[in-house]
């Protein structure tokens, strides 16, 4: 009897994840969102490299904000010879030089070109409330009156918020984005639910001015790869809350083939296990990929190994449809639904691949990753 039950027993702790995960999704966004009278100043920092998929459209999603208060867009980048810097120039002739403004500074602090780029830039940051958008990110036009609300909790030091992408150009894309909806997005939900913040997301992260001198400023980041979880990490270290907004920024993916986004993929597995190496490890356990391929080894029978898997992938594709539908509204399933399986399985192998490496490329630059998640440049 207990070998007939074995199978089922292994797909337990992932399918009992993906239970977990819808409860948490639902919980979140049932609660109504903070609506505060102030519009407080902010300034958002954008470190630029190169072209994204839509460069202007998405830096002109910032100058059309639906918000009261005032905004100063400070781009940061490291030679004035960089492509983007025409489409930044537009933006000053449309918008208005007093409010798009332009940093070039080639002064590298760290192995983080990205962070060298922000601390270039900070001192002319006008505004205490500093938003670190990424470059290919675009956001909806009341996008500033929700992350500014949470601020209106003096605890809250830093807000971050989830990113999707509802437009993928390919099949390889179309991995990244479902990961986004199938397994980025449900983690950090049961994170929060279950202990709270103690990261931000790379994607949108506001915090006070206040809060990011506590942790010694972006100088404090220059030598890591994640500067993403890192501010969140410090600040929540530093005493500071750490608040999800739950308005969608898009991440705007543009076509590119499947081993250019597995090696990204790579790089942030083998990133999050050097910074949390603990919870990373212990991460494996909710796969279900290992589940499904656990079953199909202890069942004493095929037909008794095909109930365990296709139980748990009814449950979880039921879970993952009910999360691009529901919560994240990405419009990517059904259309995309026989891709999760296939990208459950290259998760899994991220996973255990990330465990036999500490090198890492990034933006044409190659990394060694040291424990912690500081990082230095090989030649």
């Known amino acids: ?22 409860v948490c999704a639902r919980r979140f966004f049932s609660v109504p969102p903070p609506r505060s009278p102030e519009a407080p100043a902010v300034t958002i920092l954008k470190p630029v490299k190169g072209m994204d998929a839509g460069s202007y459209e998405n830096f002109a999603s ?27 120039q537009r933006l000053r002739e449309e918008f208005g030089g007093n409010r798009v403004a332009l940093v070039i500074n080639p002064a590298i602090h760290g192995p983080n070109y990205k962070v060298s780029n922000l601390i270039n830039a900070f001192p002319h940051a006008r505004h205490d409330i500093i938003i670190v958008c990424d470059s290919d990110i675009r956001v909806p036009p009341d996008y500033l009156k929700s992350v500014t609300a949470r601020f209106s909790d003096p605890r809250v030091g830093l807000v971050t918020s989830l990113y999707r992408s509802s437009s993928v150009p390919t099949i390889a894309t179309a991995i990244e984005a479902t990961g986004f909806t199938a397994e980025m997005i449900p983690n950090v939900l049961v994170a929060l639910q279950l202990e709270g913040l103690s990261f931000a997301l790379g994607a949108s992260m506001a915090v006070r001015r206040e809060a990011l001198a506590s942790i010694g400023g972006f100088e404090a980041l220059a030598d890591y790869l994640a500067d993403d979880y890192q501010l969140g990490n410090k600040v929540h270290r530093a005493g500071w809350r750490i608040a999800l907004d739950g308005t969608f920024v898009e991440s705007m993916l543009k076509a590119e083939d499947v081993v250019t986004v597995l090696a990204r993929q790579l790089r942030w597995a083998r990133t999050m296990r050097a910074s949390r190496p603990g919870g990373y490890l212990a991460s494996g356990m909710t796969l279900p990929f290992p589940g499904a391929l656990l079953a199909a080894f202890v069942a004493p029978s095929f037909p008794l190994a095909l109930a365990a898997i296709a139980l748990l992938y009814c449950v979880r594709l039921a879970v993952t449809t009910a999360f691009s539908r529901r919560f994240v509204r990405d419009n990517l399933l059904p259309a995309w639904l026989w891709l999760i399986p296939l990208r459950d399985m290259l998760g899994f192998f991220t996973w255990a691949l990330s465990f036999l490496g500490n090198r890492v490329e990034w933006r044409g630059s190659r990394f060694r990753l040291r424990p912690g998640g500081k990082i230095e440049e090989l030649a």
């Open 62 to 88: 910032f100058c059309r904000q639906e918000y009261d208060g005032e905004v100063q867009l400070l781009f940061a980048a490291a030679s004035a010879d960089d492509p983007v810097i025409p489409v930044i």
């Open 1 to 22: 009897m207990l070998r007939s039950l074995l199978p089922f027993i292994v797909v337990l702790p992932s399918l009992a994840y993906s239970l977990i995960a819808f």
